[in-house]
C-alpha cells in the first residue's frame, strides 16, 4: 500500500473525523468505532491506504472533541442523525467499516438509507460482531455495579491495562462505556430484505464471545457477494492484525464500480 504525508484536523461537522483530507481520492471509507472507542481508532489508516482512498471515521457525542456532549445510549436516536451528517459527503462511491458496536451502527444506517431511498455502500465491512438477526447470549452490561463491570473490560481485553488501574480515567470512560453497552444491549433487530451491497465480515480465532458461526451469520444480511475472513487473535484483531486487515480493505475496495 501507499502511504501519504498529512496532518490531522477537524472538521466543521462534529459527526466526521477527517485525518488526512484527501480531496482527490475516488473512494470514501467511512469508519464506525467500537464501544469505548473514538474516531481515533481508526488513525493509523489514512497513511495505509492507497491514495484513491478516503479515510473518514465517525465521532460518536460524548468523547474527544464532543466531550462536552453528553453520550446517546439507544440505537434509535443515532442512526438519523449520522445519516444526516453523511449526506453533503455522499458524492462518491463510499464503503462503510465498522468493528463490534461500529458494525451494528454502520448496519442499522445503511438499512436507514435504504428505506430513505439513497444509495448504499458500495462494500460493508463488519467485524468483529455477530449478524444482527441472533439473539445475544451474553448478559448486559450497561447496568453493571462499577467493580462488576470493570472486571467484564479486564476480560474483553480492550481497555489498557492502565486506564482500567487509573480511577480518575475510568470515572470518564465509564458513562460512555455504559452508553455504547446500552446501544447494543438493548437493540432490537426488525426484520427487513437483505442488503443490496456486498459485505464482508471478520472475526477473530480467539475471540470467545463473537464465533465463526456468528459472524458467518451476516451472510443472510446481503442479497449480494458475502465473504468470511477470520483472523488469528481476540475480539481486537482489528489492531493486532491490522496491516493484513488493511490489506484485505483495500483490495475489496479496489475492486468498487465507480459512478
Not at 481515533?40 to 462536552?68: C, D, H, N
Not at 475471540?207 to 456468528?214: A, E, F, G, I, L
Request: with cysteine.
Amino acid at each position: 500500500m501507499s502511504t501519504r504525508s498529512g496532518t490531522m484536523t477537524q472538521p466543521a461537522n462534529p459527526w466526521l473525523y477527517y485525518f488526512e483530507p484527501n480531496p482527490k481520492a475516488s473512494i470514501r471509507l467511512f469508519c464506525f468505532p467500537y464501544a469505548g472507542g473514538t474516531a481515533l481508532v481508526y488513525r493509523t489508516w489514512a497513511k495505509k491506504f492507497p491514495a484513491s482512498v478516503e479515510v473518514i471515521a465517525i465521532q460518536l457525542p460524548g468523547r474527544a472533541t464532543r466531550m462536552q456532549e453528553p453520550p446517546i445510549s439507544k440505537l434509535t436516536d443515532l442512526v438519523e442523525p449520522i445519516a444526516s451528517a453523511l449526506e453533503p459527503v455522499l458524492d462518491k462511491p463510499f464503503a462503510f467499516f465498522g468493528h463490534s458496536m461500529g458494525g451494528l451502527i454502520a448496519f442499522e444506517v445503511a438499512r436507514f438509507f435504504r428505506r430513505q431511498e439513497r444509495a448504499l455502500p458500495g462494500h460493508m465491512f463488519v467485524s468483529g460482531r455477530p449478524a444482527p438477526q441472533l439473539n445475544s447470549e451474553r448478559s448486559p452490561l450497561y447496568n453493571l455495579p462499577k467493580e462488576e463491570l470493570l472486571a467484564e473490560l479486564q476480560q474483553l481485553e480492550g481497555t489498557p491495562r492502565e486506564v482500567l488501574e487509573h480511577p480518575e480515567l475510568m470515572d470518564l470512560m465509564l458513562p460512555i462505556l455504559r452508553s455504547d453497552f446500552s446501544i447494543c444491549d438493548t437493540y432490537e433487530y426488525r426484520e427487513e430484505a437483505p442488503l443490496a451491497c456486498p459485505i464482508t465480515a471478520f472475526g477473530g480465532l480467539q475471540d470467545s464471545d463473537v464465533s465463526r458461526r456468528k459472524v458467518e451469520a451476516w451472510r443472510e444480511q446481503t442479497s449480494a457477494t458475502f465473504t468470511l475472513r477470520m483472523f488469528p487473535g481476540n475480539h481486537f484483531f482489528i489492531h493486532s492484525h491490522e496491516t493484513l486487515l488493511l490489506n484485505l480493505l483495500a483490495t475489496q475496495l479496489g475492486l468498487m464500480p465507480k459512478i
